[in-house]
Nanobody, 119 residues
Framework: QVQLAESGGGLVQAGGSLKLSCASSKATTNFAIMAWHRQAAGNQRELVASIRGVDSTDYEESVKGRFTISRDNAKNTVYLQMNNLKPEDTAVYYC?????????????WGQGIQVTVSS
């Protein structure tokens, strides 16, 4: 059973920064893709950022230029640096890891962490 533990969330004013961390109980080299998703109240969960390997990244349009995803396989951790935060970034943020085993993909999820941006 893979456990993903998020940390670093909280309350911040608009224009501020937060850095989320996601520590994995399994070596992150096992995961083809790691990602951050978010779900705001009343909305569907959406993909915010993903990283394939160590440097192939992709971002949701509204966070491009403000958020940076990275992974440190030595620490089995993936990060999300969030700068210039906006009230619309308020959501529960979830860490996700996609593991490929014998040709099948398995999704692992953290429990989520709250990020609140005040105006």
């Amino acid at each position: 059973q893979v456990q993903l533990a998020e940390s670093g969330g909280g309350l911040v004013q608009a224009g501020g920064s937060l850095k989320l961390s996601c520590a994995s109980s399994k070596a992150t080299t096992n995961f083809a893709i790691m990602a951050w998703h978010r779900q705001a109240a009343g909305n569907q969960r959406e993909l915010v950022a993903s990283i394939r390997g160590v440097d192939s990244t992709d971002y949701e349009e509204s966070v491009k230029g403000r958020f940076t995803i990275s992974r440190d396989n030595a620490k089995n951790t993936v990060y999300l640096q969030m700068n210039n935060l906006k009230p619309e970034d308020t959501a529960v943020y979830y860490c996700n890891a996609e593991e490929k085993v014998l040709g099948n993909y398995y999704s692992h999820w953290g429990q989520g962490i709250q990020v609140t941006v005040s105006s």
